[in-house]
């Protein structure tokens, strides 16, 4: 077929291609857009904590004790929990991951101010918490039991000067060390920041803030804890642990101290991952929504379009088929009319999509958009306005000839 007569015909009704070609245009930039924004929220909250089986893994944190003696309170509370038949271990910490709140400091390698001071989360293991956690040791040692200090705040704040880091976090501080193991890191970078040596190198461990970006991993771990009545204990549920364990785990600890208050109940990793991701489903949602809708619109258009321009044409398609045109002549005209519109909206589109990702880039710390994204949603809109411009290219062409010229 030729193209040349499209076009002319085109040309001279320039509005209705325009306007397609603008939506066309509009709905391309922001698909693609959207569907990145999309991918890259649904993978954040998709990255795992390092913590091996979350649903099997509960936290649960207090408030104010009147317990004056909290390190015997600690071990009481520890050892009836690991004496629970649903148990298979359990911990004291001071944070964990994904719960959105805890402590941080800035490590550094040298004791001058312009030595970069990298942020980590600082996780404080009783000697069974990397084991609560399932968290793998990949390099170096463990601590032992005489390394775990019991450390009151109130007397004291000094930490121990050995720690195990996860291995993000090593490859960010030593990215030219053969191993991190052996090194020395400070707490910050002022002439009297206490030094810290690596023992080891862990696997995955989230901080709880979970950030975006690769310091959603940078975690150190001191051998230590805390005497403080609102540190959250860790538990470890066995395979197939009953119904009623949460409660259970709950009534234990009641015993040792019933006035203590519980603190938004007890809950699993995965249900602080569920609250902790909530925004970014919510986002990925929001633009599900708004991707379908667009989509609808267009292909809305292009159909509403069409179906007037084949009332207007009903005329041309008449003569054309009394002139031995057969009905896949007039499907691929529209076809290919419809084509040329799309082709020169998606053109227009990936100009308008890179310069919306420079803008998103910008604002949302998103990456490059990959040409490759490019590439499939030109695909998809080519599609999409082929797919809809058939239910009216199909209607044209059962035109009967007497019918189409009647009034001529």
Same mark, same amino acid.
């Given at each position: 077929?030729?193209?040349?007569?499209?076009?002319?015909?085109?040309?001279?009704?320039?509005?209705?291609?325009?306007?397609?070609?603008?939506?066309?245009?509009?709905?391309?930039?922001?698909?693609?857009?959207?569907?990145?924004?999309?991918?890259?929220?649904?993978?954040?909250?998709?990255?795992?904590? =390092?913590?091996?089986?979350?649903?099997?893994?509960?936290? @649960?944190?207090?408030?104010?004790?009147?317990?004056?003696?909290?390190?015997?309170?600690?071990?009481?509370?520890?050892?009836?929990?690991?004496?629970?038949?649903?148990?298979?271990?359990? !911990?004291?910490?001071?944070?964990?991951?994904?719960?959105?709140?805890?402590? !941080?400091?800035?490590?550094?390698?040298?004791?001058?101010?312009?030595?970069?001071?990298?942020?980590?989360?600082?996780?404080?293991?009783?000697?069974?918490?990397?084991?609560?956690?399932?968290?793998?040791?990949?390099?170096?040692?463990?601590?032992?039991?005489?390394?775990?200090?019991?450390?009151?705040?109130?007397?004291?704040?000094?930490?121990?000067?050995?720690?195990?880091?996860?291995?993000?976090?090593?490859?960010?501080?030593?990215?030219?060390?053969?191993?991190?193991?052996?090194?020395?890191?400070?707490?910050?970078?002022?002439?009297?920041?206490?030094?810290?040596?690596?023992?080891? @190198?862990?696997?995955?461990?989230?901080?709880?803030?979970?950030?975006?970006?690769?310091?959603?991993?940078?975690? @150190?771990?001191?051998?230590?804890?805390?005497?403080? !009545?609102?540190?959250?204990?860790?538990?470890?549920?066995?395979?197939?642990?009953?119904?009623?364990?949460?409660?259970?785990?709950?009534?234990?600890?009641?015993?040792?101290?019933?006035?203590?208050?519980?603190?938004?109940?007890?809950?699993?990793?995965?249900?602080?991952?569920?609250?902790?991701?909530?925004?970014?489903?919510?986002?990925?949602?929001?633009?599900?929504?708004?991707?379908?809708?667009?989509?609808?619109?267009?292909?809305?258009?292009?159909?509403?379009?069409?179906?007037?321009?084949?009332?207007?044409?009903?005329?041309?398609?008449?003569?054309?088929?009394?002139?031995?045109?057969?009905?896949?002549?007039?499907?691929?005209?529209?076809?290919?009319?419809?084509?040329?519109?799309?082709?020169?909206? @998606?053109?227009?589109?990936?100009?308008?999509?890179? =310069?919306?990702?420079?803008?998103?880039?910008?604002?949302?710390?998103?990456?490059?958009?990959?040409?490759?994204?490019?590439?499939?949603?030109?695909?998809?809109?080519?599609?999409?306005?082929?797919?809809?411009?058939?239910?009216?290219?199909?209607?044209?062409?059962?035109?009967?000839?007497?019918?189409?010229?009647?009034?001529?």
């Amino acid at each position: 077929m030729e193209i040349r007569p499209i076009l002319s015909a085109l040309l001279r009704n320039k509005t209705g291609a325009l306007l397609i070609a603008a939506q066309v245009a509009l709905t391309f930039a922001i698909v693609v857009n959207a569907a990145y924004v999309i991918r890259d929220r649904l993978a954040t909250a998709a990255r795992p904590s =390092g913590i091996d089986d979350e649903n099997r893994v509960l936290t @649960v944190r207090f408030g104010m004790t009147s317990e004056q003696n909290l390190d015997a309170l600690q071990q009481r509370d520890l050892a009836a929990l690991r004496s629970l038949p649903d148990v298979e271990s359990a !911990s004291v910490t001071n944070h964990v991951p994904l719960g959105q709140g805890g402590w !941080s400091a800035g490590f550094a390698l040298e004791r001058t101010n312009s030595s970069p001071n990298i942020s980590a989360g600082m996780s404080f293991d009783d000697g069974s918490l990397l084991k609560t956690y399932g968290v793998k040791l990949l390099e170096g040692r463990y601590f032992s039991p005489e390394e775990i200090a019991v450390i009151d705040p109130a007397t004291s704040r000094d930490n121990p000067p050995i720690v195990l880091i996860t291995q993000e976090f090593a490859k960010k501080m030593f990215p030219d060390a053969a191993s991190a193991v052996g090194k020395t890191m400070y707490l910050g970078n002022s002439s009297d920041a206490p030094a810290v040596t690596v023992i080891g @190198v862990i696997g995955r461990l989230q901080t709880p803030w979970a950030q975006l970006r690769e310091n959603h991993l940078f975690t @150190v771990v001191f051998p230590q804890r805390l005497l403080q !009545s609102y540190n959250p204990y860790v538990i470890r549920l066995k395979p197939g642990a009953s119904a009623s364990a949460r409660q259970t785990v709950l009534d234990t600890l009641a015993k040792n101290d019933p006035d203590r208050v519980v603190l938004k109940g007890i809950q699993s990793i995965a249900e602080l991952r569920a609250t902790r991701y909530r925004g970014e489903h919510a986002v990925a949602g929001l633009l599900i929504a708004v991707t379908a809708f667009l989509l609808l619109v267009t292909a809305s258009g292009i159909v509403g379009m069409v179906s007037l321009w084949v009332n207007l044409r009903r005329k041309q398609i008449g003569v054309r088929r009394a002139l031995g045109a057969t009905r896949i002549d007039i499907v691929r005209y529209f076809v290919t009319e419809n084509l040329l519109i799309t082709s020169c909206g @998606v053109i227009a589109g990936v100009i308008a999509a890179r =310069g919306l990702n420079v803008v998103l880039m910008r604002n949302m710390s998103l990456p490059e958009l990959p040409w490759a994204g490019l590439v499939v949603g030109a695909f998809a809109l080519l599609l999409l306005g082929l797919l809809s411009v058939m239910g009216p290219a199909m209607r044209a062409s059962r035109l009967s000839p007497a019918l189409a010229t009647r009034s001529i």
